[in-house]
C-alpha cells in the first residue's frame, strides 16, 4: 500500500474511534433489539437467503457481528453513505436507540450456542496471500480477520464470498443514484484491485473459520 494511502489509513482510524467513543453514549438492549428485528429477519433469518440487486448473492451473516460495526452500517446506509435502496429505508425507519438495540442483539445472537472464538486464522498462501498484503488487509480486520482494530470494523472471516465480492467492489462504484458506498480508505484500497482479484481476496477470506452465523428465527426454521 503507498504512503499516502498509509496516512490516510491512520486518519480515517483515528476519526473512526473518536465517533465510536461518541457512540457509545447510547447503549444497546439485546433484549429490546430482539422485538425490533421484523423487518430483518426476512433477509437476514433464513440460511442462504439471496438478494437480487444490484446482482445475485447472500445476504450478509450477521449474528456474531459487533455491535458497533452493525450500528456504524445501519447509520452509513441512513445518512446515504452506503447507497441500497431497501437498507436505506430500513434504517431511515430507525432512532439512533433502535439501531444500539438491534446491533446488541445480533452480537448477541451469535454467541448464545456456546461456541468457541476461532483462533488466529492460517496464513493465505499463493495469489491470495500477495493479494491480501497489497490491500493490507489485516492492517485493520485483524490477523484472523474476526478481530478488527476498532469494533467499528467488521468481522470478515466466514463470510459469504459472494457478499464480499459485492460489497467490495461497491467501494469502487463512483456516480450512481442507488448502489456503491462511500469510504476513503476502502475506496483507496479496492481501486488497487480488479474484479478478479476482488473475488480472490472474497473467496480466500470465506475459507476462513470465522464467528459469523445465520440464526433462523422460529417461524423461518
Keep these: 500500500m503507498n504512503p499516502s ?4 489509513l491512520i486518519a480515517f482510524v483515528a476519526s473512526v474511534t473518536a465517533l465510536s467513543a461518541t457512540a457509545q453514549e447510547i447503549k444497546g438492549d439485546a433484549k429490546s433489539g430482539e422485538t425490533k428485528i421484523a423487518m430483518c429477519i426476512g433477509c437476514h433469518g433464513i440460511k442462504g437467503y439471496q438478494a437480487s440487486f444490484p446482482e445475485v448473492y447472500k445476504v450478509p451473516m450477521i449474528s456474531g457481528q459487533g455491535a458497533k460495526y452493525i450500528a456504524s452500517a445501519l447509520g452509513a446506509y441512513r445518512k446515504g453513505e452506503r447507497k441500497h435502496p431497501t ?7 430507525l432512532s439512533d ?3 444500539a438495540d438491534l446491533a446488541a442483539f445480533y452480537e448477541a445472537s451469535g454467541k448464545q450456542d456456546g461456541a468457541q472464538a476461532p483462533g488466529k486464522a492460517a496464513e493465505a498462501t499463493g495469489t491470495a496471500a500477495a493479494l491480501v498484503a497489497k490491500g493490507a488487509c489485516v492492517s485493520c480486520h485483524g490477523d484472523s480477520f474476526s478481530k478488527p482494530i476498532d469494533p467499528s470494523y467488521p468481522k470478515i472471516a466466514g463470510q459469504h464470498a459472494d457478499y464480499l465480492f459485492v460489497a467490495l467492489k461497491s467501494y469502487k462504484t463512483e456516480g450512481k443514484a442507488t448502489w ?11 481501486k488497487q484491485f480488479s474484479n478478479a482479484e476482488l473475488k480472490e481476496i472474497a473467496v480466500y477470506l470465506q475459507s476462513l473459520p470465522g464467528e459469523l452465523k445465520t440464526v ?6
Design 97 to 99: 436507540q433502535d439501531i
Design 5 to 8: 494511502l498509509s496516512a490516510l
Design 180 to 190: 456503491g458506498r462511500a469510504n476513503a480508505i476502502m475506496g483507496g484500497v479496492t
Design 87 to 93: 437498507m436505506h429505508g430500513v434504517a431511515t425507519s
Design 216 to 221: 433462523p428465527q422460529a417461524k423461518f426454521r
